[in-house]
């Protein structure tokens, strides 16, 4: 579920075999950096290893990385569990050298919410058309396969996977994604400390939620439906051919809407803390 993101550790505690593995020292303004990459186990995948920088002060030493967790610790299109969130925070906590359980003490500056799952190439399609606008954000970008809902320091999207096979069905992510978590009031208590994300995982799901319920689609309503079902079903001259058409295509696309939001929810929830994956 956790995607890129960039965090700080203040006042990090090493070890003296964690100080040695940086290296490359530099002399910045007022303090020295250096680096330490640990090696993904799926680098052979085109996965980078996770690069981490140590910033050296006089009197404190402070833990800056930025990478896709999920990537790094999985593999490509996959997402992470809570308990294997935990894992890989864990693993990188010991490969650094830090003092125990002090990870998550880490300030969250950018982050990147989401899931990955499979449907039909043409219901994604069809399912993006249909979609009018959101709720909270109000600047749209679109292209057959993405539709980007743009705020101020963060943005919501659905996205086809680039490398997803291009057959009947494809890959699609669906993202939160915070530039700044500071400067947006409603995620700032869930997700600004590697701790609060691991405590409060179920809320951050349930929070996911919130960004789907608030698309606005170009559809009917089931009421609508339903009278115009009854209206046409014994009248079908030419002259309302064309109407009860309409109908028909108006029952399949909210089929597909409802199928697709259902589908993403589900896949959210399988991804709660209280399932233990």
């Not at 992470?80 to 125990?100: A, D, P, R, V, W």
């Not at 919410?113 to 970008?141: A, M, P, Q, W, Y």
């Not at 960004?211 to 009278?227: G, Y």
Request: net charge positive.
């Amino acid at each position: 579920m956790i995607g890129n993101i960039k965090i700080m550790l203040n006042d990090a505690k090493l070890s003296q075999e964690g100080e040695k593995r940086f290296k490359n020292p530099r002399k910045r303004d007022g303090y020295i950096s250096y680096t330490y990459e640990i090696t993904s186990a799926h680098s052979e995948k085109g996965i980078g290893a996770l690069k981490v920088i140590l910033c050296k002060y006089k009197n404190e030493n402070i833990i800056k990385l930025e990478n896709n967790l999920s990537e790094w610790f999985l593999g490509r299109d996959l997402d992470l569990s809570c308990n294997q969130y935990i894992e890989c925070l864990e693993l990188i906590e010991n490969k650094i050298g830090l003092e125990k359980d002090s990870i998550w003490k880490a300030k969250v500056t950018q982050i990147s919410i989401g899931v990955i799952t499979k449907c039909k190439r043409e219901d994604f399609i069809k399912f993006l058309s249909l979609i009018t606008g959101h709720k909270e954000l109000r600047n749209i970008e679109r292209s057959e396969a993405e539709i980007k809902f743009i705020g101020v320091n963060y943005e919501f999207k659905l996205v086809e996977i680039a490398d997803s096979n291009k057959g009947e069905i494809l890959s699609f992510g669906c993202y939160v994604e915070i530039k700044k978590i500071s400067g947006v009031k409603k995620v700032y208590d869930l997700l600004s400390v590697l701790g609060h994300i691991k405590n409060k995982w179920d809320d951050v799901i349930d929070l996911q939620k919130t960004f789907l319920d608030n698309i606005t689609f170009d559809i009917l309503s089931e009421r609508k439906i339903m009278r115009k079902e009854k209206e046409l079903n014994n009248l079908l001259k030419t002259k309302l051919k064309k109407d009860y058409n309409k109908t028909l295509i108006a029952r399949k696309d909210k089929r597909v809407m409802n199928e697709i939001l259902t589908h993403i929810k589900m896949v959210l929830n399988d991804k709660k803390s209280s399932h233990g994956r």
